[in-house]
Each structure stands twice: as structure tokens, then as C-alpha cells.
Antibody, heavy 121, light 109 residues
Framework: EVQLVESGGGLVQPGRSLRLSCAAS????????MHWVRQAPGKGLEWVSG????????GYADSVKGRFTISRDNAKNSLYLQMNSLRAEDTALYYC??????????????WGQGTLVTVSS | AIQLTQSPSSLSASVGDRVTITCRAS??????LAWYQQKPGKAPKLLIY???SLESGVPSRFSGSGSGTDFTLTISSLQPEDFATYYC???????????FGGGTKVEIK
């Protein structure tokens, strides 16, 4: 059974940093691309970033480019999101999602339950 | 970046109704489109990929159609468990990015 468990969310002040983690199990992690997708309270889904199976291709939404960094450790079956210079508008539930193939561009087919990030002073 | 516009943003329907949701892309995307269902407090669930392929385990009352810029998700006979918010999603190869539509909330009439 595919499992994705996010952690690292919490309350943080504007301008500070936070690192999210996603622990994956139930599938061969290094066969698939991975994504971070967020959802602000009461709002729709927004793709944040994605990474191919071997980290060779990485993409970011314009709203986070230059502030967020995605990475993965295939030996640890883990995905990460380093979030710097956080803003109030980054407040959201952050989902880790597995893609259905190994390249960055595809369809997220399994999702975690999310970790909540709140940016407020 | 390609934009996805869903309509309507919300609708009210009764159990047994046929429901149709539309997703329009700002430029042609061939058949590279997926549909997701999200229930309150839950993660999204993939229903349809490549515009019309049904994900394993998804009831056959769900169907997708379209190509190019205009796509449709149809629920042939709405069931109580189908009341949820539905999102379309596409991907770009250059630049590499994913985009979601704004969502359509299906409510009980």
C-alpha cells in the first residue's frame, strides 16, 4: 500500500524558514517523480514544485521560485521542501504527492494527508 | 503558463442526476488532462487521466472526454458519495509545470 506521510509544518513568522519532509513507503520510490501541492484554507489546489526520479528535472511555481527548494533522498525514500523567506500567502496545507511516472510532468496519483504551514507574526 | 478554467464553480444536484463539469485550457494541451475528486478534510483522489482513461477502482459512472482546449467530466448518475469538489489538472513540458483548475463544488440540492 502506497503511503506518504508529511511532517515539518507549523507556525512560523514571516521571513523565516521551514523544511517539510515526506516519508514514502509501499512503492519503489526512485522509480517515480514527486510533487508538492498546497491548498490555502478554503481555496483550491496549487502545484508548488516537482522533481523527477533522479533529481535531473526540477520545476517550481512562479509564486515560490527563488524561495523554495525541492530535493529528494532516494536512499531514504524521502522528499523535502526547503521554504525560505516565508510570506503570509504561503499559509496552506502542503501535500506530498507521487507522480504516475518518472518524469516531472505527469499526474499525481497518490497523495499524503498534508502538513499545515501557517505564516503569521 | 497555461491556465485552466473550470465551470461552473459550483452546482447543486440531486441523487441520480447527470452532472457535467467543464474545463477549458488557455491553449491546446492534446489529451494531457486529469480529473480529481476531493472531499472535505481529505486528500485529492485521481479519477481520470489522459482526458478519458478511468483510474483503477473508480466507478464507471465517471467519464471524461475532450482534447485540445475543451474537456468534460461527466457523472452519469450522481450518488451520495459523489458530493465533493472536482479539479482538472494538466502538465506542461516546457516549462515543466503542473496546473490545476479552480475547482467545481458539487452540492446536494
Amino acid at each position: 500500500e502506497v503511503q506518504l506521510v508529511e511532517s515539518g509544518g507549523g507556525l512560523v513568522q514571516p521571513g523565516r524558514s521551514l523544511r517539510l519532509s515526506c516519508a514514502a513507503s509501499g512503492f519503489t520510490f526512485d522509480d517515480y517523480a514527486m510533487h508538492w501541492v498546497r491548498q490555502a484554507p478554503g481555496k483550491g489546489l496549487e502545484w508548488v514544485s516537482g522533481i523527477s526520479w533522479n533529481s535531473g528535472s526540477i520545476g517550481y511555481a512562479d509564486s515560490v521560485k527563488g524561495r523554495f527548494t525541492i530535493s529528494r533522498d532516494n536512499a531514504k525514500n524521502s522528499l523535502y521542501l526547503q521554504m525560505n523567506s516565508l510570506r503570509a500567502e504561503d499559509t496552506a496545507l502542503y501535500y506530498c504527492a507521487k507522480d504516475w511516472n518518472d518524469i516531472l510532468t505527469g499526474y499525481p496519483d497518490y497523495w499524503g494527508q498534508g502538513t499545515l504551514v501557517t505564516v503569521s507574526s | 503558463a497555461i491556465q485552466l478554467t473550470q465551470s461552473p464553480s459550483s452546482l447543486s444536484a440531486s441523487v441520480g442526476d447527470r452532472v457535467t463539469i467543464t474545463c477549458r485550457a488557455s491553449q491546446g494541451i492534446s489529451s494531457a488532462l486529469a480529473w480529481y475528486q476531493q472531499k472535505p478534510g481529505k486528500a485529492p483522489k485521481l479519477l481520470i487521466y489522459d482526458a478519458s482513461s478511468l483510474e483503477s477502482g473508480v466507478p464507471s459512472r465517471f467519464s471524461g472526454s475532450g482534447s485540445g482546449t475543451d474537456f468534460t467530466l461527466t457523472i452519469s448518475s450522481l450518488q451520495p458519495e459523489d458530493f465533493a469538489t472536482y479539479y482538472c489538472q494538466q502538465f506542461n513540458n516546457y516549462p515543466e509545470e503542473l496546473t490545476f483548475g479552480g475547482g467545481t463544488k458539487v452540492e446536494i440540492k
